[in-house]
């Protein structure tokens, strides 16, 4: 049980740096487990501390294809690599505001909900069209809306997919807990079946 939440939380740890905004900064290694043995300083070590164990086990092999999966959601998803910052406000030409926090219930997070120091569970609502961007021949960037669940506390939770469109229909793209989710859709309104310390990612039809 110990391995698989350690395994379940380098996933945690993978996804959250690459649907972060920004460059990830990722070194060699990393998607093998390359620890340095907790070793932050090992530029003097010429030994097992520093060196990159490049066998690949099963347990290896399983974390770098969920880190392949991450890497490709990103470099797919418009969203995933604005330039510009986010403003969590409706920007002109749609109503939809550029990012939006959800609380368990599929609502807007308020601000007790924020102020709140017991909160582990939350989600984030990233519009696709909701961007000022344009490519190179200046046509107007778009991509589809994500959303994104994360669960930190010591329980599952049922997470309500939120129902700001008509008729929304949400499928998962990746997960940390079960990966047999991915390709699942669910209708907003719905609960998701949130497990303890794990996250979901889902896109919008």
Known sequence: ????????????????????????????????SRTQHGNNNAYCQDNEISW??????????AFLD???????LMRTQPVLRRRR?????????????DIMWLAPSGQEMSDAEWNADH????????????????DADGAPIRGETLLYLMNASDSSIPFILP??????????????????????IRTGG???????????V???H
């Open 190 to 200: 719905a609960p998701y079946p949130l497990a303890a310390h794990s996250l979901a």
């Open 163 to 184: 129902s700001f469109v008509v008729r929304p229909r949400w499928e998962t793209v990746l997960e940390t807990f079960d990966d047999r989710r991915v390709g699942e």
């Open 202 to 204: 889902m896109r919008l």
């Open 85 to 97: 910052f986010l403003q969590g406000r409706p920007l002109r030409h749609t109503a939809a505001k």
């Open 66 to 72: 969920f880190c392949r999966r991450a890497v490709q």
């Open 52 to 61: 990159t164990d490049w066998t690949i086990t099963g347990r290896r092999r």
């Open 119 to 134: 909160v582990k569970c939350l989600g984030v609502r990233l519009s696709g069209d909701a961007t000022d961007e344009v």
């Open 1 to 32: 049980a110990i391995d698989e939440l350690r395994e379940r939380q380098k996933r945690n740890f993978i996804a959250t740096l690459l649907l972060s905004q920004g460059v990830p900064m990722i070194s060699g290694g990393d998607e093998l």
